[in-house]
């Protein structure tokens, strides 16, 4: 699994984002895929996840109802839209494949992205 994340940049309080994380590997699509975020000084926080078959999400509380997690299979490719963007959601956002489930802690997940920053002015 090689994952690459992309789609970072810098917008104004209230603008929106879409990054996207391809598969540039050549492993089969049945991974479960998060997106975790880090802030400066901050440990790497669990954003969303989606499970390998597209079925089922997660999200953390802070970004329900202005991220969606999704995913298409056959190219490999997991986004996350990010709409509505708060100051508070600037961080370097990281892509994270997981074989087994949709899981919370950074820990458990067995392939990473390069970080793609995301800066949100007030």
């Known amino acids: 699994v090689q994952l690459q994340a992309s789609g970072g940049g810098s917008v104004q309080t209230g603008g929106s984002l879409r990054l996207t994380c391809a598969d540039i590997?050549?492993?089969?699509?049945?991974?479960?895929m998060g997106w975790f975020r880090q802030a400066p000084g901050k440990e790497r926080e669990f954003v969303a996840g989606?499970?390998?078959?597209?079925?089922?999400?997660e999200y953390t509380d802070s970004v329900k109802g202005r991220f969606t997690i999704t995913r298409d299979g056959a190219a490999n490719t997991v986004w996350l839209q990010m709409n509505s963007l708060k100051p508070e959601d600037t961080a370097v956002y990281f892509c994270?494949?997981?074989?087994?489930?949709?899981?919370?802690?950074?820990?458990?997940?067995?392939?990473w992205g390069q970080g793609t920053q995301v800066t949100v002015s007030s």
């Open positions: 989606i499970s390998w078959s597209g079925v089922r999400t």
């Open positions: 590997g050549d492993a089969p699509t049945s991974y479960n």
């Open positions: 994270a494949a997981q074989s087994d489930s949709i899981y919370y802690s950074p820990s458990r997940y067995d392939y």
